[in-house]
């Protein structure tokens, strides 16, 4: 039968959350080096970590250290593998109160965003020791190897073969934009490791240590003459047995999980970025309010207050997909609701805020840099598949329109 709590024992929850609250609160504002409170400006900014970490000051270590060792870099997963060990309330706390102080966050990761969930549903025992501890400390930088040049939307026609040698596996192919697979320590790599099964059915999704001799990275120069994406290659490159990653030919379930977490990270964290600061406060300082202390253009008044309940509506669904994960419901193609929605809402709150800030919205320099996110917003909605193809997802999985 359900239970129903009881006024006292939701009152003894409460305060639970509220004294978590008050010493989440306390920690942080004592721990926090105030250089760590300021909005990122360029790639330096963010702490990857690796085995080889750069820190542009002082305060970037000591923060990341201090977060690691309470294992808020990853504050929801289990303690036993160096996680916070923090309930989904407690957990949604600790991200509230780093936004309230403007807290950057101690670690970027595809380890902690991607592969760490992966491994969590699916690695085994051994994997799960020898790796989401490293990731949780920063130790290891991870990259994703997904795409190809003739596999990027349909992603499971991938053709980078994995064949068994011995004792261990030899990978020959190549994958393309790597982010920042120069800069990678390992890589979490689909496969093809049976060549006559169904496309779907013959993936598989290994680990493979990046610092060997049979994978080799180039960078793809893009027109700022920076190199976030890279082409892969992979010629005769070892990967260990045990470093397959769930069931032989069962990669493609593992990765539509993977893929699952990538696209929910893509389209919440732009909001989640967001959130930290009210678009109707960021547009008020660049037009003003009028009499009435409204902002003063009627026109761009109705488009903030769409744009924020429509961030309202999103943030709540988000928070009642989550709970349905939590409770092993799964979330399946509502991921791809997720990250369709979240992006096109970002890039029309940035529109307004560009829209806001006129000419002076182009500068390059200054705290801010407006134009710059701006532009970023556009390729947060072709990273992680493109919106066109999350409207298919949904048309037909969610939906359940027939194919054209």
């Known amino acids: 039968m359900l239970h129903v709590p009881n006024f006292e024992e939701r009152g003894s929850v409460v305060t639970e959350l509220d004294t978590f609250r008050d010493a989440t609160r306390s920690w942080l504002e004592s721990n926090c080096p105030a250089e760590m409170r300021l909005p990122l400006q360029d790639e330096h900014d963010a702490v990857w970590g690796g085995r080889h970490p750069t820190f542009k000051n002082d305060a970037q270590k000591v923060w990341l250290e201090r977060m690691a060792e309470k294992g808020w870099t990853a504050p929801e997963w289990p303690a036993r593998y160096g996680g916070g060990g923090l309930s989904k309330q407690e957990g949604r706390i600790l991200k509230e109160e780093m936004n309230a102080i403007r807290a950057r966050p101690p670690l970027m990761s595809f380890g902690l965003w991607m592969l760490g969930p992966a491994l969590l549903s699916y690695g085994s025992e051994e994997q799960k020791a020898e790796h989401l501890p490293r990731i949780v400390r920063g130790e290891i930088r991870w990259a994703q190897g997904y795409s190809e040049p003739n596999s990027g939307s349909d992603l499971a026609s991938l053709a980078t073969r994995c064949e068994a040698n011995g004792d261990h596996y030899l990978i020959n192919g190549q994958k393309i ?169 970002n890039k029309r709150r940035y529109d307004l805020m560009m829209y806001s800030a006129g000419h002076s ?25 493109t919106s066109e193809v999350q409207l298919n997802i949904v048309a037909k999985r969610i939906l359940g329109l027939p194919s054209a």
């Open 177 to 345: 934009w790597t982010s920042y697979g120069h800069k990678a320590d390992w890589i979490f790599v689909l496969v093809r490791t049976d060549f006559e099964a169904a496309k779907h059915d013959g993936i598989s999704l290994v680990l493979v240590d990046m610092d060997q001799a049979g994978v080799t990275t180039r960078p793809i120069k893009l027109l700022s003459g920076m190199s976030h994406f890279c082409e892969t290659f992979f010629d005769d490159a070892r990967c260990e047995m045990h470093n397959l990653v769930g069931e032989i030919n069962q990669g493609w379930t593992v990765a539509k999980y993977l893929l699952t977490h990538e696209r929910e990270m893509i389209g919440g964290s732009a909001i989640g970025r967001a959130a930290m600061r009210p678009l109707s406060e960021i547009v008020a300082q660049q037009v003003g309010l009028d009499e009435r202390g409204l902002l003063d253009d009627p026109v761009l008044r109705v488009d903030v207050a769409r744009a924020e309940i429509d961030s309202l509506a999103f943030l709540w669904t988000t928070e009642r997909i989550a709970a349905q994960a939590k409770a092993g419901q799964g979330v399946g193609a509502l991921s791809s609701m997720l990250k369709y929605y979240g992006t096109e809402l």
């Open 361 to 385: 919205a182009l500068a390059v320099d200054g705290e801010e840099n407006l134009g710059r996110d701006w532009l970023r917003t556009k390729a947060n909605s072709i990273e992680g598949g």
